[in-house]
């Protein structure tokens, strides 16, 4: 399976991505957890990306595509969280075969909402205080790592992130619909529900 997952800032694309890989063991590729682990070794290349994390922007296409290509390499089965987010990457994406592109679709309210409850642990595994917990307060289920809130998750930024999303990355849901590739999945609901949904769709 080589799936593409598109949808708003917090329509749950990490929180499926997550299911999927646990229960199939597809290659879970989140693009800004790839750039935050960058931002977290304090490299300069890791000190350029967070200036543009920090502020909601998108992190020049040039850089990100070439780092998602470089982690892709030998992967034959792969989960795309988080790119392409323009079109330029998706155009830069054409020679990769993808079997299905699904779009989370939620109101930007919907998604807003879960923010703030939304807790991260060092390695990237996602928690929401309410509707996802972990087992032990404030710790990873998986690593037992301190959880935490990211420094995009303040109402501020999210504002600046939605912006960037109607203006860059909804076209590419645009561009694949062109194409008859994009399959939309309701967002709405419980993420075991949300979850349901996105197996059906990739069954049929
Ligand atoms: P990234 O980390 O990709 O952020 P995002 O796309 O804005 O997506 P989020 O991680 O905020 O949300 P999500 O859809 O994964 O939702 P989640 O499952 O966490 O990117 C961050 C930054 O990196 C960008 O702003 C940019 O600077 C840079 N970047 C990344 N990719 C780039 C690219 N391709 N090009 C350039 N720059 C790039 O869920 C959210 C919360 O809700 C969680 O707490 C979760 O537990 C909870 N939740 C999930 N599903 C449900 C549900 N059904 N009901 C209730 N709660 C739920």
Redesign the pocket.
């Known amino acids: 399976m080589k799936l593409i997952l598109l949808?708003p800032?917090?329509?749950?694309?990490?929180?499926v991505a997550e299911k999927l890989e646990k229960e199939f063991g597809w290659f879970h590729l989140?693009?800004?957890?790839v750039?935050r682990e960058e931002v977290e070794k304090k490299t300069s290349l890791g000190k350029e990306i967070k200036k543009?994390?920090d502020k909601?922007?998108?992190?020049p296409?040039q850089l990100?595509t070439e780092i998602v290509k470089m982690e892709l390499q030998g992967k034959n089965d792969f989960i795309l969280?988080?790119?392409?987010?323009?079109v330029q990457?998706a155009e830069a994406m054409r020679g990769v075969k993808v079997d299905t592109i699904l779009h989370?679709d939620l109101s930007e309210n919907a998604a807003i909402k879960?923010?703030a409850?939304?807790?991260k642990c060092p390695k990237g595994h996602?928690?929401?205080l309410i509707?996802?917990p972990p087992k032990k307060k404030g710790k990873c289920d998986v690593d037992g790592l301190p959880l935490s809130r990211r420094v995009?998750d303040e109402p501020k930024v999210v504002k600046e992130?939605f912006k960037i999303y109607h203006r860059q990355t909804a076209p590419v849901a645009e561009y694949y619909k062109k194409k008859k590739k994009l399959i939309m999945v309701d967002?709405n609901?419980?993420?075991e529900?949300?979850y349901q949904r996105v197996k059906k769709k990739l069954k049929k």
């Open positions: 949808g800032p917090g329509s749950g694309k990490g929180t989140s693009a800004g957890a750039l543009y994390i909601g922007n998108l992190v296409d990100v969280d988080g790119f392409p987010r323009t990457q989370l879960r923010f409850g939304r807790r996602g928690y929401h509707y996802l995009d992130r967002a609901g419980t993420p529900e949300v």
